[in-house]
């Protein structure tokens, strides 16, 4: 429990240290960063197929970033939650008709089955997955739907950026985030009891990659995702599961 305890109280105090250029550190505000993120919020669209009738969930919403997207394209009823004051501050700014509350996501304050999606962006790499994923399912209706974006450890990069401390203080993580093994999440989604389930690897285009260069690797990472093996070492993982 104090471990736990920890790892919320580190999360706070990284949410108060980044918030005012959260979006630069993330990497969402360089050219390259604006078409990764539109892409990302693509994927909570298209698998979830929200409409004006669903309720969603977005978990770790930050500073809206995907919220707005997912709204904007869909007119959802979203309740968006984080764990951070200060970054809720900046989202409520941004979206006043949205529904921001703070909540711990390994601990959910909402009645089981109440949502038809819960979706989140590089969020689930903070949290103990298996109490997250626990309240994920709780929180789900029948033949709802989850849907994250994670990095990816088999990424070179990624691998560096988590298990070395130095470079991960360097790079703006939080002290206790990680990154997803997708077989082993998979093998850990079926234990809690999801179906469906869907972890695929995506996304060469690094957000410090120029502009100029960026249709360059945007085809040269397309012809990547295809390729069985050099797939694997993509930035991310895109993780979807269904309830019973």
Known sequence: MAKLETKISNEIKHGKKISKKAEDIWGWTSPAGQIRAQRRANYFI??????????????????????EKVYSATKA??????????????????????????????????????????????????LDFEKSLKEIYRVLKPKGQM?????????????????????????????????????????????????????????????????ILIPFVKKTGEIAEKIPLMKEIAGSVIIYGEKL
């Not at 197929?49 to 919220?67: H, M, P, R, V, Y």
């Not at 409520?92 to 909540?103: A, G, Q, V």
């Not at 070179?156 to 082993?184: C, H, L, Y």
Request: contains cysteine; aromatic residues 10%; charged residues 20%.
């Open 147 to 211: 849907i994250f974006a994670e990095p990816n450890m088999i990424n070179p990069q990624i691998f560096v950026q988590k298990n070395v401390p130095a470079v991960k203080k360097w790079m703006g993580d939080s002290p206790d985030e990680t990154a997803i093994i997708r077989w082993r999440f998979k093998k850990l989604m079926q234990q809690i009891g999801f179906l469906n389930i869907k972890i695929f690897p995506y996304d060469f285009l690094h957000p410090s990659v120029p502009k």
């Open 46 to 67: 298209n698998l979830s197929k929200l409409n004006t009738q669903s309720k969603a969930l977005e978990i770790g919403c930050g500073t809206g970033l995907f919220t």
């Open 77 to 126: 009823q979203i309740t968006a939650i984080d764990i951070s004051e200060d970054l809720l501050t900046h989202a409520r700014k941004k979206l006043p008709n949205i529904d921001f509350k703070i909540e711990d996501a390994m601990a959910l304050s909402f009645e089981s089955n109440s949502f038809d999606t819960v979706y989140g962006s590089s969020i689930l790499h903070h």
